[in-house]
Nanobody
Framework: QVRLVESGGGLVQAGGSLRLSCAAS????????MGWFRQAPGKEREFVAT????????SYADSVRGRFTISRDNAKNTVYLQMNSLKPEDTAVYYC???????????????WGQGTQVTVSS
């Protein structure tokens, strides 16, 4: 069993930055793909970014590419999402997820955190 806990969310002005962290426990996730997803009010959960087990392969949603960076530290069992140039439309609950398969598809991820709120004011 893998337990994921996100942190680092908050309120930021447009153009600002935040770094989200996702700490895993219960089992090492060094062999897992790790992803970030988000869900805004009234919308479906959507893919944001993912990386493979080493962090050497990454994928990003078009809406965040060039502004967000996913990375991981397997020694700390932690994955990060650096978010720069934030926009009001980035406002959502951000979720961390893990699965043995590398994918951008929400429904393929087996383990999920509880989420952290990110609010970007204009």
């Amino acid at each position: 069993q893998v337990r994921l806990v996100e942190s680092g969310g908050g309120l930021v002005q447009a153009g600002g930055s935040l770094r989200l962290s996702c700490a895993a426990s219960g089992r090492t996730v060094s062999s897992y793909a790790m992803g970030w997803f988000r869900q805004a009010p009234g919308k479906e959960r959507e893919f944001v970014a993912t990386c493979n087990w080493s962090g050497g392969t990454t994928s990003y949603a078009d809406s965040v590419r060039g502004r967000f960076t996913i990375s991981r530290d397997n020694a700390k069992n932690t994955v990060y999402l650096q978010m720069n140039s934030l926009k009001p439309e980035d406002t959502a609950v951000y979720y961390c997820a893990a699965d043995l398969r590398y994918s951008t598809v929400v429904t393929l991820y087996h383990y999920w955190g509880q989420g952290t709120q990110v609010t970007v004011s204009s």
